[in-house]
């Protein structure tokens, strides 16, 4: 029988090919019900906006030919080192596929959400915590009631009630790409130029089940 359930994409433009965007398989993880239907992009930002653009129409098109159904929600993790080249990238999919969800995330549109373009353009923007709050947008765009509220505070969970990441990681990510790993979540540093200093950074995890994930 034919999967007729909608389909997710959670995308990014790493620094690098080498890096592997580990808030991308944060919120893979913890995509519940919805896990089997969602499928990670990693674009890089040292590509034009057309060959970006080339690179997630070929991936709806592969998704979209096998579902009677196509793409609905495309989430964006934002940072400072990707914001204008994602910028342009959602410009151009939005000309193309209006009907297109596009949801936003990250440090970088987490703060002055009343200021930027790119949050002017998207349809909805989780600020902070992604992981729980995420999975439960996707749920009410496809199946509703929709949210009223285009800008929504993340829920912020406790650290026993997320999944890690780290079974998303494939061999090849393993063999040829930095992987990276976090025994707390978020970051303890408090760079001036980074929008996520503004909040508190680090929350350990406990480190027997830390340790267990990383083995697994």
């Keep these: ?33 919805l896990y089997s239907q969602t499928q990670l992009l990693e674009l890089t930002i040292n590509r034009n906006t057309t060959d970006l653009l080339q690179s997630v129409m070929q991936t709806l098109e592969s998704i979209d030919s096998n579902e009677d159904k196509p793409t609905q929600i495309i989430g964006f993790g934002v940072y400072i080192w990707n914001v204008i080249p994602t910028l342009a990238l959602i410009k151009a999919l939005k000309a193309l596929r209006p009907d297109i969800k596009i949801v936003l995330g990250g440090p970088e549109v987490s703060h002055e959400t009343d200021q930027q373009e790119i949050i002017q353009l998207a349809d909805y923007v989780i600020t902070g915590w992604g992981d729980i709050s995420f999975p439960k947008l996707c749920h009410h765009i496809l199946n509703g009631p929709r949210p009223l509220m285009k ?41 001036e130029f980074c929008l996520s200093s503004l909040d508190k950074t680090a929350w350990a995890f406990e480190l027997e089940h830390f340790l267990q994930s990383v083995e697994d």
């Design 151 to 191: 800008i929504i505070a993340g829920e912020q969970p406790s650290l026993e009630h997320i999944q890690l990441p780290y079974k998303e990681y494939s061999a090849n990510d393993i063999a040829h790409r930095i992987v990276y790993v976090e025994a707390s979540r978020g970051c303890p540093f408090k760079c």
């Design 1 to 33: 029988m034919q999967n007729t359930s909608p389909r997710i994409v959670l995308c990014t433009l790493n620094a690098k090919y080498i890096h592997a965007s580990l808030g991308l398989r944060y919120l893979l993880a913890n995509m519940g019900s």
